[in-house]
């Protein structure tokens, strides 16, 4: 093929459009930027191979594919889903889009955490919506699950804890005028229907309980309680282990953690 003219498309001069002349004497326009144009030296009567020229295209198609999906999230907070979504119907290709979404997350245009975060943000001070709902909401929004739980976990932890001592509170006050031995062992008895006896142990060993506390009231973040603790990661995750070990709940997840606290609360009422 036989490059027949160059010229600059806008005044911006960022693009070019060549026209080319193939073999059947058609004449054909493409549109390059500028910076492929300089680096080919494309140029008039200059000849180009099919295979050159399909090279040069792609190319092409992966600067426009990143600049929309940079323009598209530029004045919108977007997920991946929603910008692979746009990309398609523009009808780029796959390995296009992969080169777009990994251009912006590498310049940290692209995050569905961060995405979730201000989501949840906005949404609690207009409406009170439930757990549940936000996490219909983000997942249509195509948000992985892992992330929506993390991330629900860190705003909802707090007021689901409060929930926690609250039932404790009310089984206090449901025994509370009954002698003080009988109120223990009410409290002991409503306890291992929550864990068995031999898990109990766990509870009175000080360090446990107060990394597991720690880790309450870090929202269950891993990095943050280690550094508060001063304590190596690998050192914090085993003595969370030893706490599943222990008792069967694993409270670096939210349920279990809920669980294990609501545990904590009865068996330090039944010894006071």
């Known amino acids: 093929m036989k490059i027949i003219n160059v010229k600059q498309k806008n005044k911006q001069k960022t693009n070019c459009i060549i026209s080319l002349v193939n073999v059947t004497n058609e004449i054909e326009n493409i ?24 090279k040069l295209i792609l190319e092409q198609q992966i600067i426009n594919a990143k600049q929309i999906a940079f323009n598209y999230v530029s004045y919108k907070k977007r997920t991946k889903k929603q910008v692979i979504d746009k990309l398609k119907q523009m009808n780029f290709k796959n390995e296009e889009i992969n080169l777009a979404i990994e251009n912006l997350i590498n310049n940290k245009l692209l995050d569905d955490e961060i995405y979730a975060k201000c989501f949840i943000k906005d949404i609690m001070l207009t409406k009170k919506i439930g757990k549940n709902k936000i996490f219909d909401m983000l ?23 409060d ?42 060993d000080n360090e446990s309980m107060e990394t597991a506390e720690v880790f309450f009231k870090n929202s269950l973040n891993i990095s943050e309680t280690a550094r508060i603790m001063f304590l190596h990661r690998n050192t914090l995750i085993y003595r969370l ?32």
């Not at 206090?172 to 142990?201: A, G, M, R, V, W």
């Open 31 to 54: 549109e390059l930027n500028i910076d492929i144009v300089v680096r080919e030296q494309l140029k008039k009567n200059m000849n180009i191979s099919e295979e050159m020229l399909n």
């Open 139 to 161: 997942y249509i929004k195509g948000i992985d699950k892992e992330i929506i739980t993390s991330v629900l976990n860190d705003f909802f932890i707090d007021d689901t804890l």
């Open 163 to 204: 929930t926690a001592i609250i039932v404790a509170e009310r089984k206090l006050k449901s025994i509370k005028n009954k002698p003080i031995e009988k109120i223990k062992q009410s409290l002991f008895n409503h306890l291992i229907t929550l864990i068995d006896k031999k898990s109990l142990e766990i509870l009175n």
């Open 241 to 272: 282990d030893k706490i599943e070990k222990a008792t069967g709940l694993n409270i670096k997840h939210f349920n279990d953690a809920v669980t294990f606290r609501l545990i904590s609360i009865l068996h330090k009422l039944s010894n006071e």
